[in-house]
């Protein structure tokens, strides 16, 4: 079992930086591929970033590529979303996942195993 705890959402300016946070519990994490979602008001769920396990290797959605940046630190049982260069179009819930294939993860309806309750991202203009 994985439980899954987002942090770092918040309020901030077009142009803006922040750090969201996802701390993983049991020990079966570093087992996982991770990933963020995210959800704005009125639309559906859609992919933003994955990392796979063991390799590092990352997937971006083209929405973000270039502004955002994903990685996880084994040792701490913890991913990490830095996003940069925010838009109010990156307004919304932010969620963090795990899952067993990659490719099942990107698409939609993206089959995850694990996922966290979210957390909230304002990009004000």
């Known amino acids: 079992q994985v439980q899954l705890v987002e942090s770092g959402g918040g309020l901030v300016q077009a142009g803006g930086s922040l750090r969201l946070s996802c701390a993983a519990s049991?020990?079966?994490?570093?087992?996982?591929?991770m990933a963020w979602l995210r959800q704005a008001p009125g639309k559906e769920r859609e992919f933003v970033a994955a990392?796979?396990?063991?390799?590092?290797?990352?997937y971006y959605a083209d929405s973000v590529k270039g502004r955002f940046t994903i990685s996880r630190d084994y040792a701490k049982n913890t991913v990490y979303l830095q996003m940069g260069s925010l838009k109010p179009e990156d307004t919304a819930v932010y969620y963090c996942?795990?899952?067993?294939?990659?490719?099942?993860?990107?698409?939609?309806?993206?089959?995850?195993?694990?996922w966290g309750k979210g957390t909230l991202v304002t990009v004000s203009s």
């Open positions: 049991g020990r079966t994490f570093s087992n996982y591929h």
């Open positions: 990392i796979i396990w063991g390799l590092g290797s990352t």
């Open positions: 996942a795990a899952g067993s294939t990659i490719a099942t993860m990107i698409r939609p309806p993206h089959g995850m195993d694990y």
